[in-house]
């Protein structure tokens, strides 16, 4: 007897009474069944459509506001490169090249960018949450050639 009462705890179904359907009722149950199975599935797939749009336009600000961000940088940067910049006739006189840290920069960015899936963990939850590595990545390798270009080097004027 206790052993038929353990089985009553573990397996309830087994403590319902036994009743003989008839084929055309089990197919009835079977259709309802499939129709709220699709039902689930027509609201899951509308849910994530409605949530994939909802998140699109969302971003979509962010994204704008990055460009046109980027887009003012580097006129920045570059009317600050060419401020100083003398004549055109007088640039092609110029025999040596300056030194610019462009390229250091440049070297810097690349080798972060590579590094960045090593120190990914150590950055602070916040930034891991809201920024992908490969975002950042891009972003390292994007800015390091324009904080270079902020360090540039005055040519030295040779007089002769």
């Given at each position: ?6 089985a009553h705890k ?6 319902a009474p036994i009743?003989?359907?008839d084929?055309e009722?089990?197919i009835?149950?079977a ?13 899951r ?7 994939a ?6 971003h ?6 990055v460009?046109?961000?980027t ?8 009317r600050?490169?060419?401020?100083n910049?003398?004549p055109?006739?007088a640039?092609a006189?110029q025999e040596?090249?300056h030194?610019t840290?462009?390229?250091?920069f ?7 960018a590579?590094?960045l ?6 950055l ?8 992908s590595?490969?975002t950042?990545?891009?972003v ?6 324009l ?5 540039r080097?005055k040519?030295k004027?040779r007089t002769a």
């Amino acid at each position: 007897m206790a052993d038929a009462d353990t089985a009553h705890k573990k397996y309830p179904e087994l403590s319902a009474p036994i009743i003989k359907l008839d084929l055309e009722a089990e197919i009835a149950r079977a259709e309802q069944a499939v129709i709220a199975r699709d039902l689930r599935i027509r609201y899951r797939a509308e849910t994530i459509v409605h949530r994939a749009k909802r998140e699109v336009v969302r971003h979509a600000g962010a994204g704008l506001a990055v460009g046109i961000g980027t887009i003012i940088l580097t006129w920045w940067l570059n009317r600050l490169s060419h401020k100083n910049d003398p004549p055109p006739h007088a640039a092609a006189a110029q025999e040596t090249q300056h030194f610019t840290f462009e390229g250091l920069f440049r070297d810097a960015g690349i080798l972060l960018a590579s590094l960045l899936p090593m120190m990914w963990p150590m950055l602070p939850r916040g930034w891991r949450r809201t920024v992908s590595p490969g975002t950042a990545g891009t972003v390292v390798t994007w800015l390091a050639p324009l904080v270079g270009k902020l360090f540039r080097r005055k040519p030295k004027v040779r007089t002769a």
